[in-house]
């Protein structure tokens, strides 16, 4: 008897838009040119070595993004080779859709507030565009894009996955979302390949501060003072804009992770998700620990299951023994931890997740989407 002949699964192109790209090419070799790249024309002053490395540290950061969104991988839908581009790569792009595979579909994806980057709404017409060549877009906010990003309104009809930071979205921005469009209620996560650093069994029993420059806040200040003078050297403060990428697979070796909590921004989705380094730490094996915040949000979740520890607001004997008990962990509850962050908390996880539930009802939504006439596009405003 012949074995069933299984069908195919659905094949998806990402086609990745990224502030430090150009012209459309493999994410393999856009990544592989990030070292290559000269950043002088991107800062006010070429002279500046600070300046050069804070660029150099966002483009890699971006970087990560792209590589998290090229590894992506779901049992229900074949993922195959990522493209990347910037807005000069924009015209190309569109160019580019008229030979697109008839097997594949082809998404277009922006992250952060990047839209806004794209002169004019260039941005929501090339997605309008891709839509009516039966391409797909996806939209990951990191934050509260629907109240601040410019052209939000403009880009939301032609939005087929919306992840976001807001809860509820702006009303009338929401309003204006195509009906079927995937919305998920998603804030910051890991832009880490999952387990892409091992668990490390055996750590340094210390306390790392994964901090940034933007959060040194006396409040901050008070906190590192406080857990230098309790545990001495085995607390290491590291307050740079970002972690070098090179450098992120030897945070493993601590035990655990202080994240700063999202108090100091001012919109209300960051002020609930303290930004992305709990997850970080949570995928490198590190315990994270991590101030309640002013509203509550999704790392309440996270502590209710005993995967990050909390301590109150400004209760500095309280924070140290978080520490404490995050020292104390075993590893098999550090273990814990690792898998769930590295399996749940994370940018490429996420949207494979997101795109797999679109996928579930494509067929009912093409049956009711109006068919529109092949268009030409104009990417000037």
Same mark, same amino acid.
């Given at each position: 008897?012949?074995?069933?002949i299984?069908?195919?699964?659905?094949?998806?192109r990402?086609?990745?838009?990224?502030p430090?790209a150009?012209?459309?090419?493999?994410?393999?070799?856009?990544l592989?040119?990030?070292?290559?790249s000269?950043?002088?024309?991107?800062?006010?002053?070429?002279?500046?070595p600070?300046?050069?490395?804070?660029?150099?540290?966002?483009?890699?950061?971006?970087?990560?993004?792209?590589?998290?969104?090229?590894?992506?991988?779901h049992?229900?839908?074949?993922?195959?080779?990522?493209?990347?581009?910037?807005?000069?790569?924009?015209?190309?792009f569109?160019?580019?859709?008229?030979?697109?595979?008839?097997?594949?579909?082809?998404?277009?994806?922006?992250?952060?507030?990047?839209?806004?980057?794209?002169?004019?709404?260039?941005?929501?017409?090339v997605?309008?565009?891709?839509?009516?060549?039966?391409?797909r877009?996806l939209?990951?906010?990191?934050?509260?894009?629907?109240?601040?990003?410019?052209?939000?309104?403009?880009?939301?009809?032609?939005l087929?996955?919306?992840?976001?930071?807001?809860?509820? !979205?702006?009303?009338? #921005? &929401? =309003?204006? /979302?195509? *009906?079927?469009?995937?919305?998920?209620?998603r804030?910051?996560?890991?832009?880490?390949?999952?387990?892409?650093?091992?668990?490390?069994?055996?750590?340094?029993?210390?306390?790392?501060?994964?901090?940034?420059?933007?959060?040194?806040?006396?409040?901050?200040?008070?906190?590192?003072?406080?857990?230098?003078?309790?545990?001495?050297?085995?607390?290491v403060?590291?307050?740079?804009?970002?972690?070098?990428?090179?450098?992120?697979?030897?945070?493993?070796?601590h035990?655990?992770?202080?994240?700063?909590e999202?108090?100091k921004?001012?919109?209300?989705?960051?002020?609930?998700?303290?930004?992305?380094?709990?997850?970080?730490s949570g995928?490198?094996?590190?315990?994270p620990?991590?101030?309640?915040?002013?509203?509550?949000?999704? !790392?309440?979740?996270? #502590? &209710? =299951?005993? /995967?990050? *520890?909390?301590?109150?607001?400004?209760?500095?004997?309280?924070?140290?023994?978080?520490?404490?008990?995050?020292?104390?962990?075993?590893?098999?509850?550090?273990?814990?931890?690792?898998?769930?962050?590295?399996?749940?908390?994370?940018?490429?996880?996420?949207?494979?997740?997101?795109?797999?539930?679109f996928?579930?009802?494509e067929?009912?939504?093409?049956?009711?989407?109006?068919?529109?006439?092949?268009?030409?596009?104009?990417?000037?405003?």
């Amino acid at each position: 008897m012949n074995a069933p002949i299984l069908p195919a699964l659905p094949a998806v192109r990402l086609w990745i838009f990224c502030p430090w790209a150009g012209q459309p090419e493999p994410a393999a070799c856009h990544l592989a040119g990030r070292t290559q790249s000269d950043l002088r024309a991107r800062v006010s002053d070429p002279a500046d070595p600070g300046l050069l490395r804070m660029a150099r540290l966002d483009r890699d950061w971006h970087g990560e993004n792209v590589r998290c969104l090229a590894a992506l991988q779901h049992p229900g839908v074949e993922f195959r080779a990522a493209q990347v581009l910037g807005a000069s790569g924009l015209a190309a792009f569109v160019g580019a859709l008229a030979h697109r595979p008839a097997d594949e579909t082809w998404w277009l994806v922006f992250t952060g507030q990047h839209p806004a980057l794209i002169p004019g709404e260039a941005a929501a017409k090339v997605a309008a565009f891709v839509r009516r060549q039966g391409g797909r877009v996806l939209f990951y906010a990191f934050d509260e894009a629907s109240r601040t990003m410019r052209g939000f309104a403009a880009l939301a009809p032609h939005l087929d996955v919306l992840i976001h930071d807001e809860q509820p !979205l702006e009303p009338s #921005a &929401a =309003a204006r /979302l195509p *009906v079927g469009a995937v919305t998920i209620h998603r804030s910051w996560v890991a832009n880490l390949v999952p387990f892409a650093v091992p668990f490390n069994e055996h750590p340094e029993p210390s306390i790392l501060f994964l901090g940034s420059q933007l959060g040194l806040t006396p409040h901050r200040q008070r906190q590192i003072d406080y857990l230098r003078g309790r545990f001495r050297d085995r607390f290491v403060a590291s307050h740079d804009h970002s972690v070098e990428v090179g450098a992120r697979d030897r945070l493993n070796r601590h035990q655990v992770a202080l994240c700063p909590e999202g108090r100091k921004f001012v919109t209300p989705a960051m002020s609930r998700t303290h930004t992305d380094r709990p997850f970080w730490s949570g995928c490198l094996g590190l315990v994270p620990v991590a101030e309640n915040a002013r509203q509550g949000g999704r !790392l309440d979740d996270l #502590a &209710a =299951a005993d /995967l990050i *520890v909390r301590y109150p607001h400004g209760d500095l004997p309280a924070l140290g023994d978080a520490c404490e008990r995050a020292l104390a962990l075993p590893t098999a509850a550090r273990r814990r931890i690792y898998d769930h962050f590295n399996r749940n908390e994370t940018i490429g996880g996420v949207v494979a997740g997101a795109i797999a539930e679109f996928n579930k009802d494509e067929v009912k939504r093409m049956k009711d989407e109006i068919s529109e006439p092949p268009a030409v596009l104009s990417l000037v405003s």
